[in-house]
C-alpha cells in the first residue's frame, strides 16, 4: 500500500527555489521526494534523536547535497515533509518548525 503525501509551506519555498536556480537538483530532490510514498523508510533513512515533526518521530534521507526531513502517521499512512535543507545548512532550523 502506498502512503500519501503532504508539503510543508517550506518545502515548497525551497522547490521554488531550485525550480529557479537549477532544474536538474529540483528533478533529483522531487523524484526522491515521490519515492517515499512507496517505501517511507529506505536502507539510507535514519531516525533523528531530537526531531519529532506534528507529533510523528522525525526521518532524514538524502538526495545529493540536499536533505529531505520527513515524518510518518503510520495509522493515516501519510508521509509528512517538513522540509528540504541544503547540506551546509544547521539543523537547528528545524527547531523554528
Known amino acids: 500500500?502506498?502512503?500519501?503525501?503532504?508539503?510543508?509551506?517550506?518545502?515548497?519555498?525551497?522547490?521554488?527555489?531550485?525550480?529557479?536556480?537549477?532544474?536538474?537538483?529540483?528533478r533529483q530532490v522531487f523524484l526522491r521526494i515521490l519515492s517515499l510514498r512507496r517505501a517511507p523508510r529506505p536502507s539510507d533513512s535514519e531516525q533523528l534523536a531530537h526531531f519529532t515533526y506534528l507529533g510523528f518521530t522525525g526521518f532524514r534521507v538524502t538526495q545529493g547535497e540536499y536533505?529531505?526531513?520527513?515524518?510518518?502517521?503510520?495509522?493515516?499512512k501519510v508521509v509528512k515533509v517538513a522540509r528540504v535543507l541544503h547540506r551546509d545548512r544547521d539543523y537547528r532550523e528545524l527547531d523554528r518548525i
Not at 536533505?67 to 493515516?76: H, S, T, V
Open 1 to 26: 500500500m502506498s502512503y500519501s503525501l503532504e508539503f510543508s509551506e517550506a518545502v515548497f519555498a525551497t522547490l521554488e527555489d531550485l525550480r529557479h536556480s537549477d532544474a536538474k537538483r529540483l
Open 67 to 76: 536533505r529531505i526531513i520527513y515524518a510518518i502517521d503510520e495509522k493515516a
